[in-house]
T-cell receptor, first 114, second 113 residues
C-alpha cells in the first residue's frame, strides 16, 4: 500500500545551523505538501509542489520535489528559535483511486538551541 | 472567513462513556478529514468525508468509531465506550473542492480516565 517515509524523526540544532528533512514515497505522487506544527498547535500548510524537479523558496526555507516525483526535501538555512516545531510532508498519490486522501509522513521534530 | 472550528477543545471522559467531537469546516469547503495524533507521534488518518458521504474510512477502527458529515451542520466523530487507549488529540481538516491544501482545526484533546 501507499507509504510515505520521513527522516529524521528528531533533529536538534544550534541556532544558526542548517536543517534538512527528507520524505520518500513508495509510489509516484501527483503532488506533495509540507505542513508545520508548533508544539501544542495544529498543522499549518506551508507549500505544495507539483512539478517534477520543482524547487520553491520561502525566505530561509527551500522545498524540492524529486525528478521521479517520489521524494521531497525541506531545507532551512540558518535556523532560528521560531523554526521549532514538527515538519510533516504529505503525499497525494498519482493513482486517483485513493480519492483525494493525503498520506502523511511521521514528521521531523526540530529543536533549536539558542 | 473563520477557520476550521472544532469543539470541544478538551474533553474528559470515563471509560465506557461516549465521546462526540465536532468539526465545522471552513466556509465553502465540502471535504473533511479526521486525524488522530498521539504525543510525539505523527498524524494518523482516520476518515475522509464529503457532504453526506463517507469516501474513505480505512483508517478508522471498525468498532466503536463512527463519523458523519450531514447536509447541514458540523461533521461529527463519535467514539462509543471509550477506553484509555483512545486518549489522543483528534484533528479535523477541510479543503475546498478542486484544491489540495488542507486547513486544520485546533484539535480536540480527549482524555479518558
Amino acid at each position: 500500500g501507499q507509504q510515505v517515509m520521513q527522516i529524521p524523526q528528531y533533529q536538534h540544532v544550534q541556532e544558526g545551523e542548517d536543517f534538512t528533512t527528507y520524505c520518500n514515497s513508495s509510489t509516484t505522487l501527483s503532488n506533495i505538501q509540507w505542513y508545520k506544527q508548533r508544539p501544542g498547535g495544529h498543522p499549518v500548510f506551508l507549500i505544495q509542489l507539483v512539478k517534477s524537479g520543482e524547487v520553491k523558496k520561502q525566505k530561509r526555507l527551500t522545498f524540492q520535489f524529486g525528478e521521479a516525483k517520489k521524494n521531497s526535501s525541506l531545507h532551512i538555512t540558518a535556523t532560528q528559535t521560531t523554526d521549532v516545531g514538527t515538519y510533516f510532508c504529505a503525499g497525494d498519490p498519482q493513482d486517483r483511486s485513493t480519492l483525494g486522501r493525503l498520506y502523511f509522513g511521521r514528521g521531523t521534530q526540530l529543536t533549536v538551541w539558542p | 472567513n473563520a477557520g476550521v472550528m472544532q469543539n470541544p477543545r478538551h474533553l474528559v471522559r470515563r471509560r465506557g462513556q461516549e465521546a462526540r467531537l465536532r468539526c465545522s469546516p471552513m466556509k465553502g469547503h465540502s471535504h473533511v478529514y479526521w486525524y488522530r495524533q498521539l504525543p510525539e507521534e505523527g498524524l494518523k488518518f482516520m476518515v475522509y468525508l464529503q457532504k453526506e458521504n463517507i469516501i474513505d474510512e480505512s483508517g478508522m477502527p471498525k468498532e466503536r468509531f463512527s463519523a458523519e458529515f450531514p447536509k447541514e451542520g458540523p461533521s461529527i466523530l463519535r467514539i462509543q465506550q471509550v477506553v484509555r487507549g483512545d486518549s489522543a488529540a483528534y484533528f479535523c481538516a477541510s479543503r475546498r473542492d478542486g484544491y489540495n491544501e488542507q486547513f486544520f482545526g485546533p484539535g480536540t484533546r480527549l482524555t479518558v480516565l
